[in-house]
């Protein structure tokens, strides 16, 4: 579904994507894992072809397509669909508003199931983003892109800055996507979604805009947690 | 004599906004009719205001011509009237106490050219004390031919205790170039009582426009105004000015879409008079092409009150310019005033949010924008509501070109 190849990205003339390799196949669930800087959001925005981050070289195929230097509108449109970081608060732009143009243009069906699983109903009259908690934006957000209906869903730290039970409901919402049939990169530095994901395919570790391992969750996470993020990059080096 | 003084006022600019030679224009022979059958395709004119059905309209005057049948008995169960302002005159003998009581017929040139030459045509609205106005009085002033100047006075007064909504909306419809509309309000509120008055401008590139009003606030009244300007002009200036009694407060929102080459100069002037009174002055403003809007709000507190001023203004065009010019000034130690202002352009991070939502660029701008001209209408009912952002939709669509 999704090929990248040799990807370099800049932001503000700076190199923060160095060569980046990734294929993700149909329905599966990857996870890339790194700390903080080491290039994660600037890759996925990249594949989501955010006008702020540049690619430099390399290329992103999806679906055999080349997506590389398509604008963002038009990759929503073929199925991709980001979870920012950190959503804009929008002042005046009722939330009910942007689901209601969404459900238009991508005929979701099952919104209200959806809504009531990612608890967003009580959100519907207010501004965009505005005064919402860390839980509700992250909710809120996941919600907007599960009325995209999409092939790959890209989920940038859809668990920080949340209370246990609001973690609960993304990885249920997460879970569900996956059984749709969505394929899902998912960004994480912390790492405490992942015991309650039903199912990972592959874990790559990001470190210093490059990633620098892939396998099974079961042969790195362990390894994260015991020695952390530089120290299991030295490790790998040394090996 | 005051008409030799009124002849002298006339040769000189009004101190705000481009003079405007009056001689250029026509006017006809004011004449009233009490039905709105005489002029064919009404509906074409007020549907420009977002509303087809014209038997809602209590008050239409297309040029010099002035109707008013409309709805008057169902106002009149409740004791309103709705006339026009040269009837009341002959009519009513309280109605000779509240003309040019609040604005002096001396103002200005066009102040002055309205009591010498206007006919007193426009509307007379009164409610009885203590009366809930179930339904908004709705009217429409409209120039229909070229070259036409148009004379309004307005005046309005809900007595003690009583509570209305009036909504006007002027016009041209499409075809006509050239024109201008002189418009003097006076609105009194009485005691306790609240007015909601709503007013709506759709006019054209090459016409001049000239309110002048002025709203007494009496002791524990209330006073709620919207301003929606969403079409070209080639210039419109007005200030009003809301005058609060004691434990009086008033809000005033106003939208103004600048576009074409128009010079839109729009303000609110609120003087806290009485203590306990409370003002908020709150303007938004959107200019694209080359217009020029100057956003002007004051706040002069004489009493301890409180008083805000909000205006913000998003410049869509490198060709368009937007001033804000915001006064607060306290007379009084105790009164608490604020003013914030900021004029920007869409945000990057916004827009680049939306587009990865699915939104074509041009679409995630109209979104923004009509986030950033949402105003708080909950004071007003349902169906005004609801045509005013019907209206606010048409503007962020037409900024953007879509």
């Given at each position: 579904?999704?090929?990248?190849?040799?990807?370099?990205?800049?932001?503000?003339?700076?190199?923060?994507?160095?060569?980046?390799?990734?294929?993700?196949?149909?329905?599966?669930?990857?996870?890339?894992?790194?700390?903080?800087?080491?290039?994660?959001?600037?890759?996925?925005?990249?594949?989501?072809?955010?006008?702020?981050?540049?690619?430099?070289?390399?290329?992103?195929?999806?679906?055999?397509?080349?997506?590389?230097?398509?604008?963002?509108?038009?990759?929503?449109?073929?199925?991709?669909?980001?979870?920012?970081?950190?959503?804009?608060?929008?002042?005046?732009?009722?939330?009910?508003?942007?689901?209601?143009?969404?459900?238009?243009?991508?005929?979701?069906?099952?919104?209200?199931?959806?809504?009531?699983?990612?608890?967003?109903?009580?959100?519907?009259?207010?501004?965009?983003?505005?005064?919402?908690?860390?839980?509700?934006?992250?909710?809120?957000?996941?919600?907007?892109?599960?009325?995209?209906?999409?092939?790959?869903?890209?989920?940038?730290?859809?668990?920080?800055?949340?209370?246990?039970?609001?973690?609960?409901?993304?990885?249920?919402?997460?879970?569900?996507?996956?059984?749709?049939?969505?394929?899902?990169?998912?960004?994480?530095?912390?790492?405490?979604?992942?015991?309650?994901?039903?199912?990972?395919?592959?874990?790559?570790?990001?470190?210093?805009?490059?990633?620098?391992?892939?396998?099974?969750?079961?042969?790195?996470?362990?390894?994260?947690?015991?020695?952390?993020?530089?120290?299991?990059?030295?490790?790998?080096?040394?090996? | 004599?005051?008409?030799?003084?009124?002849?002298?006022?006339?040769?000189?600019?009004?101190?705000?906004?481009?003079?405007?030679?009056?001689?250029?224009?026509?006017?006809?022979?004011?004449?009233?009719?009490?039905?709105?059958?005489?002029?064919?395709?009404?509906?074409?004119?007020?549907?420009?205001?977002?509303?087809?059905?014209?038997?809602?309209?209590?008050?239409?005057?297309?040029?010099?011509?002035?109707?008013?049948?409309?709805?008057?008995?169902?106002?009149?169960?409740?004791?309103?009237?709705?006339?026009?302002?040269?009837?009341?005159?002959?009519?009513?003998?309280?109605?000779?106490?509240?003309?040019?009581?609040?604005?002096?017929?001396?103002?200005?040139?066009?102040?002055?050219?309205?009591?010498?030459?206007?006919?007193?045509?426009?509307?007379?609205?009164?409610?009885?004390?203590?009366?809930?106005?179930?339904?908004?009085?709705?009217?429409?002033?409209?120039?229909?031919?070229?070259?036409?100047?148009?004379?309004?006075?307005?005046?309005?007064?809900?007595?003690?205790?009583?509570?209305?909504?009036?909504?006007?909306?002027?016009?041209?419809?499409?075809?006509?170039?050239?024109?201008?509309?002189?418009?003097?309000?006076?609105?009194?509120?009485?005691?306790?009582?609240?007015?909601?008055?709503?007013?709506?401008?759709?006019?054209?590139?090459?016409?001049?426009?000239?309110?002048?009003?002025?709203?007494?606030?009496?002791?524990?009244?209330e006073y709620v105004s919207y301003y929606v300007i969403y079409s070209p002009v080639a210039s419109l200036?007005?200030?009003?000015?809301?005058?609060?009694?004691?434990?009086?407060?008033?809000?005033?929102?106003?939208?103004?879409?600048?576009?074409?080459?128009?010079?839109?100069?729009?303000?609110?002037?609120?003087?806290?008079?009485?203590?306990?009174?409370?003002?908020?002055?709150?303007?938004?403003?959107?200019?694209?092409?080359?217009?020029?809007?100057?956003?002007?709000?004051?706040?002069?507190?004489?009493?301890?009150?409180?008083?805000?001023?909000?205006?913000?203004?998003?410049?869509?065009?490198?060709?368009?310019?937007?001033?804000?010019?915001?006064?607060?000034?306290?007379?009084?130690?105790?009164?608490?005033?604020?003013?914030?202002?900021?004029?920007?352009?869409?945000?990057?991070?916004?827009?680049?949010?939306?587009?990865?939502?699915?939104?074509?660029?041009?679409?995630?701008?109209?979104?923004?924008?009509?986030?950033?001209?949402?105003?708080?209408?909950?004071?007003?009912?349902?169906?005004?509501?609801?045509?005013?952002?019907?209206?606010?939709?048409?503007?962020?669509?037409?900024?953007?070109?879509?």
């Open positions: 579904m999704l090929k990248v190849t040799n990807l370099e990205v800049c932001v503000g003339g700076k190199k923060i994507v160095k060569g980046v390799n990734l294929s993700v196949g149909d329905n599966e669930l990857h996870v890339i894992i790194g700390p903080n800087g080491s290039g994660k959001s600037t890759l996925l925005s990249a594949l989501m072809g955010l006008p702020r981050v540049k690619i430099c070289s390399g290329s992103i195929l999806f679906n055999d397509v080349d997506i590389t230097y398509t604008p963002p509108y038009e990759r929503a449109k073929l199925g991709i669909a980001l979870a920012h970081q950190n959503p804009p608060s929008i002042r005046g732009v009722k939330f009910s508003e942007v689901v209601k143009n969404m459900i238009k243009h991508c005929g979701c069906s099952d919104f209200t199931i959806m809504s009531k699983m990612l608890r967003v109903d009580d959100l519907m009259s207010r501004d965009l983003f505005v005064g919402f908690s860390g839980g509700e934006r992250k909710r809120a957000e996941l919600y907007l892109v599960m009325l995209q209906n999409p092939k790959l869903a890209l989920l940038d730290e859809p668990d920080s800055g949340v209370d246990v039970e609001s973690l609960n409901i993304i990885a249920n919402a997460i879970n569900s996507l996956v059984r749709r049939g969505s394929s899902i990169i998912l960004v994480t530095h912390s790492g405490s979604i992942l015991s309650k994901l039903e199912r990972v395919d592959r874990v790559h570790l990001m470190f210093d805009g490059s990633i620098v391992y892939s396998g099974i969750a079961d042969e790195i996470i362990p390894l994260v947690f015991k020695y952390g993020f530089r120290g299991i990059v030295e490790k790998i080096k040394k090996s | 004599m005051l008409s030799s003084k009124l002849l002298e006022v006339i040769k000189k600019p009004a101190p705000i906004g481009p003079d405007i030679d009056l001689s250029k224009y026509e006017l006809g022979e004011p004449k009233i009719y009490s039905s709105l059958d005489v002029v064919d395709e009404l509906n074409n004119i007020t549907s420009k205001l977002g509303i087809e059905d014209t038997s809602k309209f209590s008050y239409i005057q297309i040029n010099e011509n002035a109707m008013y049948e409309a709805l008057r008995n169902v106002l009149g169960n409740y004791g309103v009237k709705v006339i026009p302002l040269k009837k009341a005159l002959e009519e009513l003998t309280y109605a000779k106490d509240l003309v040019w009581r609040l604005v002096s017929p001396e103002t200005d040139k066009y102040t002055a050219a309205t009591y010498l030459y206007g006919g007193e045509l426009g509307y007379f609205i009164y409610v009885p004390p203590h009366t809930r106005v179930p339904i908004p009085i709705y009217s429409c002033l409209a120039i229909t031919s070229n070259k036409k100047v148009q004379f309004a006075h307005n005046v309005v007064y809900v007595d003690e205790g009583s509570e209305a909504q009036v909504i006007t909306g002027c016009l041209v419809p499409h075809g006509v170039k050239e024109g201008l509309h002189i418009g003097i309000s006076e609105f009194y509120v009485g005691r306790g009582a609240k007015l909601t008055f709503a007013m709506i401008h759709s006019w054209a590139e090459g016409v001049h426009v000239r309110p002048r009003t002025t709203v007494d606030v009496a002791p524990g009244g200036q007005t200030f009003p000015l809301t005058i609060l009694g004691s434990d009086s407060k008033t809000s005033t929102t106003s939208v103004i879409a600048g576009s074409g080459r128009g010079v839109y100069d729009v303000g609110s002037k609120v003087l806290l008079s009485g203590d306990n009174s409370s003002a908020e002055v709150i303007s938004k403003v959107v200019a694209t092409d080359s217009s020029e809007i100057y956003a002007r709000s004051d706040i002069i507190a004489e009493s301890v009150s409180k008083g805000h001023v909000e205006c913000l203004g998003l410049l869509l065009s490198p060709n368009s310019k937007i001033s804000s010019i915001p006064s607060i000034t306290s007379k009084k130690p105790g009164a608490i005033l604020s003013h914030e202002a900021a004029i920007g352009v869409i945000a990057e991070e916004e827009l680049e949010y939306l587009m990865s939502k699915g939104f074509k660029e041009d679409e995630a701008k109209s979104v923004l924008v009509r986030g950033f001209i949402d105003i708080d209408l909950r004071g007003l009912p349902p169906t005004i509501r609801y045509e005013i952002e019907k209206i606010l939709d048409t503007i962020a669509r037409n900024v953007v070109g879509i």
